[in-house]
């Protein structure tokens, strides 16, 4: 008996009877906070090579059905993301690449990212129900699960003790071994289990914090698997794999993050979600929504539309310096170095630069990878103003984005050693 047989003895063992659950989180370095960190467990170029097989260990193999609903969820899940985002390639001579296979346990699961065999196994009729193959795609671009992020206590209450006992994993959750690019808490990701899955019979075993199901006021959300992608899982994959975003999803998603953001002021700020009249809620979250910007702007701040926090932003002009220190100087006062998300943001606080005869540094950089701009929370820069169609340059050593004071503030990428003013901003 080969080592591989034993070890998928081993497995099947260990999860005997365990069904329609996806155990794609083993490989703790890979998984964690929701999406795989690391760079060179992506889809290089964004290209997934694959192939149906035989199992070697069970001999089952696809039908023909079974083969054009995966092909057609593939193609639906490129449609969603754009052009030239993910492309998904049959090629039954490809090695390294994914594999389809089905296995003697009666189970969706997918592997998560580009492992050493990446693979993907739909034994169950539930894979291709309900919406479950979308979902093992999702884990196979590199997604795990919304509701293993560390902050999931803040938005579900999970009833452990009406977990199935082979659930448990699956809901266990991660430290940072991998990142939510600053993205909200998605209740409409395909990566998020539907409220029931893995519950013992029929029981509802995890449920919406009232504040977030209020200002949600969608009665279908969690029931099952979403039939497309949400914003922000367009959001996050365009930001992994260094897609363009339409600007219609940008506003879907923007809209979706003020929502939980202000919703989530609103937790801090009550003492008891239970007390809440459901009969007032679309009007009140609302209302809310719509005066924070006007309570921001009363008191001079700017309203951050990912965050929905007020920010004060403040122009270093006493000393000169570079990337690293004008940081370090934004840091000792609370904040970080400036980030923009919309050209409403740009244009409230660009009239702090009247008067200054100096490049000003923000906070993005592409230091980790050549093109890919990201601030310094590690959010990708999605709003940009660069100076002309020619930047931002293709130079491993301009990296830092700086506004520019001869030319309307327009922002081009420069190195990042070169002293000069700065712009910080700091929630208040």
């Known amino acids: 008996m080969t080592k591989e047989?034993?070890?998928f003895l081993l497995f099947f063992i260990n999860f005997a009877g365990a069904t329609n659950l996806d155990y794609d989180e083993t490989d703790e370095y890979l998984t964690g906070f929701n999406f795989i960190r690391k760079s060179n467990k992506l889809w290089k170029d964004g290209t997934i090579p694959y192939k149906f097989r035989d199992d070697r260990y069970s001999g089952?193999?696809?039908?023909?059905?079974e083969k054009a609903m995966v092909r057609k969820q593939m193609g639906e899940m490129e449609?969603?993301?754009?052009?030239?985002?993910?492309?998904?390639?049959?090629?039954e001579n490809c090695t390294n690449c994914l594999h389809f296979v089905k296995r003697f346990i009666d189970r969706c699961e997918a592997t998560i990212g580009n492992t050493t065999e990446p693979y993907m196994n739909l034994e169950s009729p539930e894979c291709f129900e309900d919406n479950g193959l979308f979902h093992e795609l999702g884990h196979v671009l590199g997604m795990a699960h919304e509701h293993i992020r560390d902050d999931r206590d803040e938005y579900v209450d999970l009833d452990e003790d009406l977990l199935e006992p082979y659930a448990k994993i699956a809901f266990r959750k991660k430290p940072m071994f991998g990142q939510t690019y600053q993205a909200p808490y998605d209740f409409k990701s395909i990566m998020h289990y539907p409220l029931k899955k893995g519950c013992v019979g029929n029981s509802t075993c995890m449920k919406i914090k009232t504040t977030y199901s209020l200002a949600l006021n969608e009665s279908n959300i969690l029931k099952k698997y979403p039939v497309k992608l949400s914003p922000t899982d367009i959001y996050k994959i365009s930001a992994a794999y260094n897609c363009s975003i339409d600007h219609t999803v940008v506003a879907e998603y923007v809209q979706y993050a003020v929502k939980i953001a202000v919703s989530k002021n609103n937790v801090k700020d009550?003492?008891?979600?239970?007390?809440?009249?459901?009969?007032?809620?679309e009007s009140s979250t609302t209302a809310t929504t719509t005066n924070k910007p006007t309570v921001c702007a009363a008191k001079g701040y700017t309203i951050h539309i990912n965050t929905g926090t007020c920010y004060t932003f403040k122009v270093l002009t006493d000393v000169k310096r570079n990337w690293t220190d004008s940081r370090a100087e934004c840091q000792k006062a609370g904040g970080d170095l400036a980030k923009f998300s919309s050209s409403e943001e740009w244009q409230s606080v660009k009239g702090l630069l009247n008067g200054v005869n100096e490049h000003v540094y923000l906070g993005g950089r592409d230091v980790q990878q050549e093109g890919t701009w990201l601030w310094t929370d590690g959010s990708p820069v999605l709003f940009t103003v660069w100076w002309d169609t020619n930047y931002p340059r293709v130079n491993k050593n301009w990296n830092c984005i700086s506004a520019h004071y001869t030319d309307s503030w327009k922002w081009f990428d420069s190195e990042c050693y070169f002293n000069r003013y700065a712009m910080c901003m700091i929630p208040v």
Do not use: H, M, W
């Open 79 to 91: 449609t969603q993301l754009g052009p030239g985002c993910i492309n998904f390639v049959e090629d």
């Open 5 to 7: 047989k034993i070890l």
């Open 270 to 281: 009550c003492t008891s979600t239970n007390t809440i009249d459901t009969s007032t809620a």
């Open 60 to 65: 089952r193999s696809y039908s023909e059905e």
